[in-house]
């Protein structure tokens, strides 16, 4: 586990997930945009693995995480330090 969030800047390249984690990484990666921006033919490719129930599903999970990570930083939230020795694998952006 620890490996895979080490790897996740590098997820299209890595061997350690799979093509449909990268998928689902692809599409985390468009929903996350500021403005959410997912490439039809993304969604056409997430149809093909997943039923209309498991994408409201994987849909409304991805945009429930970036709600709550936004709120957090608007109020300067911070971790309770329950991951400790742990990290934020995911690379810091710039503000649009």
């Known amino acids: 586990m620890v490996e895979k969030l080490q790897a996740l800047p590098e997820y299209e390249t890595s061997s350690l997930f799979t093509p449909i984690e990268k998928l689902v990484l692809r599409y985390v990666d468009c929903m996350t945009l500021t403005p959410v921006a997912v490439p039809e033919t993304l969604f056409a490719e997430l149809k093909v693995q997943f039923s209309a129930v498991q994408l409201v ?25 329950f991951s400790e020795a742990s990290y934020c694998a995911v690379p810091v952006r710039g503000v649009n």
Not at 57 to 79: C, K, M, P, Q, V
């Open 57 to 81: 599903e994987l849909t409304a999970t991805i945009a429930w995480e970036n709600y709550r990570a936004r709120y957090d930083h608007a109020f300067g939230i911070e971790s309770d330090g």
